[in-house]
């Protein structure tokens, strides 16, 4: 037996990397006779922990002639049919009896129109029923209704592919019903998004590096600050509050700025600043390592999951809850329910400074249960939980 995993997204941002670095150490320590080959994007030869010792493992990457039409400015659906193309032969040359897509999402286009030689599984990370209007305008309900709909047809027209057999979507019970309901299928399965465990940096106390001084609460805003991470109206919402509690917050933004995001962003620090000049906030705007963000996360008073059109879930809710820090999360879509059914935290609309500024003063002013059932999520969604249901592990 020979499965393919493939990941195009692998770099120093975002969840993919955890993803493979994981699955890598799992099947280290969990020799078996199944084969794998990992075919990942060019750029993930350039990280040191994309690297195995398993001798049944492999690690191949995409040559960078074969990916440069996903870098070249041409259309999604253009550059992910020749990507797609390279996976269907990567496969045959391989003799691969499965292949595992990490990200299945920009592909469902190619998939449904493919005639694949094994097969085919993957992670679907936006599914379509969540997506709701930004606002109560006909602009926008109109603007969310079109996107729903061309999201459930190419959903459906995946589906046609009589070679995929499972399509995971992480901690969201109630979308793998809808769509199995809506697509006259049971294609559609659960994953737990992983809650991963690494060792914290010695020596990193980030109240000294920042002095921060001990009677103010952290409020961490963490990953690739882009427009999604809502750093924008936690400012507006922060420069709402009186001179007093403005004294006593402390707003760490930990990631790389997205460049598109970035003069947004200084213009609402400069505005902040302006009115509040009591309040404090300090950025780290490079990619973190992993040991760092165990420390950045576990010093920190509150987690901000505050995120705008974001319906899916997040790893960032997991990494609070191993560290028992409560969030401040979007009340929509899967954060939203996770955030309510374990009790992890408050929930706002993001777009709403006025509902993120009342939130802040809760958590300054109370002494609140939050979280409460934290443990209980980790153990639900333990790394090793995620690797045995993806590779279908008995």
Same mark, same amino acid.
């Given at each position: ?60 990457f995409?040559?960078?002639?074969e ?15 020749v990507?797609? @193309?390279? !996976? ?7 003799? %691969?009896? &499965?292949?595992?897509?990490?990200? +299945?999402?920009?592909? $469902? ?10 097969q085919?599984?993957?992670i ?21 209704a ?14 046609r ?8 979507i ?22 737990p998004?992983?809650?991963y ?18 009677? @103010?609460? !952290? ?7 882009? %427009?999604? &991470?809502?750093?924008?109206?936690? +400012?507006?919402?922060? $420069? ?71 319906f ?46 009342q ?21 639900n ?14």
């Amino acid at each position: 037996m020979r499965i393919f995993i493939c990941d195009i997204y692998v770099r120093l941002v975002g969840h993919n990397l955890g993803h493979i670095q994981n699955i890598l150490r799992f099947l280290e320590s969990h020799p078996t006779d199944v084969e794998y080959v990992f075919l990942l994007n060019p750029d993930a030869q350039t990280i040191p922990s994309v690297k195995t010792t398993a001798a049944n493992v492999k690690i191949i990457f995409f040559t960078e002639e074969e990916f440069a039409p996903f870098n070249s400015g041409m259309t999604i659906i253009k550059s992910t049919q020749v990507i797609w @193309k390279h !996976i269907k032969r990567y496969a045959i040359d391989y003799r %691969a009896d &499965k292949v595992i897509m990490m990200m +299945l999402d920009m592909f $469902q286009h190619t998939i449904g129109s493919s005639r694949f030689p094994c097969q085919l599984s993957g992670i679907m990370i936006n599914p379509y029923t969540r997506i709701i209007a930004q606002d109560t305008t006909l602009k926008s309900k109109q603007k969310s209704a079109i996107t729903k709909t061309r999201k459930l047809f190419t959903s459906w027209w995946m589906c046609r592919n009589t070679q995929l057999k499972k399509i995971f979507i992480f901690n969201d019970r109630e979308t793998i019903k809808n769509m199995n309901e809506t697509l006259g299928t049971n294609i559609f399965t659960y994953l737990p998004d992983p809650v991963y465990d690494y060792p914290t940096r010695e020596g990193l106390i980030i109240r000294e590096k920042y002095a921060v001084a001990l009677h @103010k609460k !952290i409020l961490l805003a963490f990953g690739f600050i882009d %427009a999604k &991470k809502n750093v924008v109206n936690l +400012l507006k919402a922060l $420069q709402q509050l009186s001179a007093e509690d403005a004294a006593n917050i402390c707003l760490l933004v930990v990631g790389k700025i997205h460049g598109e995001n970035k003069g947004s962003l200084m213009e609402a620090f400069e505005e902040a600043k302006n009115i509040r000049p009591e309040l404090q906030v300090e950025f780290e705007s490079r990619f973190v390592d992993d040991d760092e963000m165990e420390a950045y996360v576990g010093q920190s008073d509150v987690v901000s999951v505050a995120y705008i059109n974001f319906f899916s879930s997040s790893g960032v809710i997991g990494l609070a809850a191993r560290h028992n820090k409560p969030v401040l999360a979007t009340k929509f879509g899967v954060v939203g329910d996770l955030t309510r059914e374990y009790n992890l935290g408050i929930t706002v609309d993001g777009f709403n400074p006025e509902e993120i500024n009342q939130a802040i003063l809760t958590f300054l002013k109370t002494e609140n249960a939050y979280p409460e059932r934290a443990s209980v999520f980790v153990q639900n969604h333990r790394g090793d939980n995620f690797i045995k249901i993806l590779l279908e592990l008995d």
